[in-house]
């Protein structure tokens, strides 16, 4: 059982963290730095930049020191302890696990790009008319943000699970 659990966690790590590295090669090798290509209209474009910063940029501004800081050094310590929390607690049902493996792979994946980019490479755009528009984001943001929304999903149905037996 051990192993199985541990195997599942690693995959789907490993598989976040190749998905997102894969698509950034391919963009890298054959998207120019701030070109734009529309795949769908100007709802969905492709578009090659380098983020220095974090989320949507920010950060991008701070000193070095503090960036490596706060965009390479903290990441890896929080990546570091939710990694150990996962292979250890036996008690976190599937879906949570695999909504932390989506956050450490995606973190993994960007953290990576910083290490040996200095910047974590961005590339997709959504924009449905004003309505909703994104920033410039990559496939670990996907991940990240997947693995954030299981868990907010997860908390949100357990408490109405308690609420039920109460």
Known sequence: MKRTH???IISL???????DQVSK???RANITF??????IGELFILTNV???GAFLGMGSDLSPTLRVLLLLFLPVVVLGLVTYYVFKEKTIDKWITTAFTFIIGGGIANVFDRFAYGSVTDFLHIDFGGVFKTGIF??????VTTGMIMLLVSNFATKKHLKKEN
């Open 50 to 52: 380098e983020n220095k």
């Open 138 to 143: 990559n496939i670990a943001d996907v991940s």
């Open 13 to 19: 790590i490993v598989l976040n963290i190749l998905i």
């Open 25 to 27: 090669i391919i963009v």
């Open 6 to 8: 541990n195997a599942y």
């Open 34 to 39: 701030r070109e734009e290509i529309q795949l």
